[in-house]
């Protein structure tokens, strides 16, 4: 069994059928997670920098002090749902610290926008899935948060002394300014409040925040990281760095996992931009290349046009320069201030054998570097989400 979130001591998940998604093709799976630590826990969390947050983005980025866990749904957003929707999201907190005798829960939901929580049924579904607690492990909590996603995403890493689990969904409308749709992460390290929103936000940064499906940002983005402390490790500045390299780890493969399910993906291309002036000047010009509908066009098409990835990195407008540039397809070297001198039919054969693309931008201005992960855009992207409601 792959481990994942159920697997950090100190966890335990319930799952239940509430049937929050009504709709012409019934959802036959689990759309309703309780996640509940043994102690009250320390917890980080990063949110959506959109504008329009969803009702239980906003009650959770109001809790503070220790957590007893989280109570998260798909099948319904709760945004844009006015004061009923805070109301609701409150209410699945509160309703679950009573349920469970614990204290305060981290609200997350992600699906429709625009309609109002059902309720009478996720009441049903905190109840059932609460009776569960303790039953849902390795895949199944990651399915119970899923929408259009066509597999469960978890991770789990063993540390010195401790280890970090969680699990993730999202696979559309993912351009996240923070995080990426829904992912919940745990570890049995002792961990201070600082250190570990600290290691969260410098995780997220080269993980969750760089990456990209569609160029679209979510309403319901969030993150949150548990400390349940059952492990004899306590992290502290001075082993600070070993436990930030295996949060990043996790983060990293979920955050890959995520890009490989983009909606209708059928490649999944890294974006290495290298010898920059600055770091930032590297992330620029990543996700320019990264949300490109032509790139990504090119990418599903196999077509090595690099002309597509050097209007790109230009319109990333950060002073690159086109007589320094260099644009690699893999190893093959497409373009060095002028076009290269290779065979077409090599490069093509490259990107069809391939599943993983990778393209590699030299700017020769400096030492900095920063990788983006992007996905194809196909087909079946227009037909996933034309069809999302129904």
């Not at 709760?78 to 610290?97: F, Y």
């Not at 492990?137 to 899923?146: N, S």
């Not at 490790?233 to 955050?255: S, W």
Request: glycine residues 8%; charged residues 25%; proline residues 3%.
């Amino acid at each position: 069994m792959k481990k994942g979130l159920a697997e950090v001591p100190g966890i335990k998940c319930g799952t239940a059928l509430a049937g929050i998604k009504k709709t012409e093709k019934p959802v036959n799976r689990s759309d309703l997670l309780v996640v509940v630590t043994d102690e009250p826990s320390e917890f980080a969390a990063v949110f959506t920098r959109n504008d329009i947050k969803a009702a239980p983005v906003k009650v959770s980025m109001e809790i503070s002090g220790k957590v007893s866990g989280i109570i998260a749904n798909s099948g319904n957003a709760n945004a844009c749902t006015g004061e009923r929707g805070i109301a609701d999201a409150l209410e699945m907190s509160k309703l679950t610290s009573q349920l469970t005798g614990k204290g305060k829960f981290l609200v997350a939901s992600t699906g429709v926008i625009g309609e109002p929580m059902p309720m009478e049924r996720v009441r049903n579904g905190i109840a059932e899935a609460v009776k569960n607690l303790g039953k849902a492990k390795g895949e199944k909590p990651a399915l119970a948060i899923m929408t259009t996603d066509t597999f469960p995403k978890l991770s789990f890493k063993e540390g010195n002394g401790f280890v970090i689990g969680g699990i993730a969904k999202g696979a559309g409308m993912i351009d996240p300014a923070m995080a990426t749709m829904l992912s919940f992460v745990a570890t049995d390290a002792k961990v201070s409040k600082g250190l570990l929103q600290k290691a969260l936000k410098e995780a997220v940064e080269v993980s969750f925040n760089a990456i990209t499906v569609d160029g679209d940002m979510s309403t319901n983005d969030c993150v949150f990281l548990l400390s349940t402390g059952k492990s004899s490790k306590e992290i502290t500045e001075e082993n600070y760095g070993e436990f930030k390299e295996a949060l990043t780890a996790v983060l990293k493969d979920l955050a890959y996992q995520i890009v490989k399910d983009g909606e209708g993906a059928t490649k999944v291309a890294r974006v290495l931009v290298e010898k920059a002036k600055t770091k930032e000047q590297a992330k620029a010009v990543a996700r320019k290349i990264a949300l490109s509908p032509l790139v990504k066009t090119a990418l599903f098409g196999c077509d090595p046009n690099w002309g597509r990835i050097a209007a790109a990195a230009g319109a990333a407008m950060v002073g690159v320069d086109e007589e320094k540039l260099e644009i690699y397809i893999g190893n093959y070297l497409l373009f060095k201030g002028e076009r290269a001198d290779y065979r077409e039919e090599e490069v093509f054969r490259y990107m069809k054998e391939n599943d993983e693309i990778l393209i590699r931008v030299v700017l020769n201005q400096g030492s900095e570097s920063f990788e983006y992960l992007t996905c194809d855009l196909t087909y079946d992207y227009v037909r996933i989400n034309a069809e999302y409601r129904t």
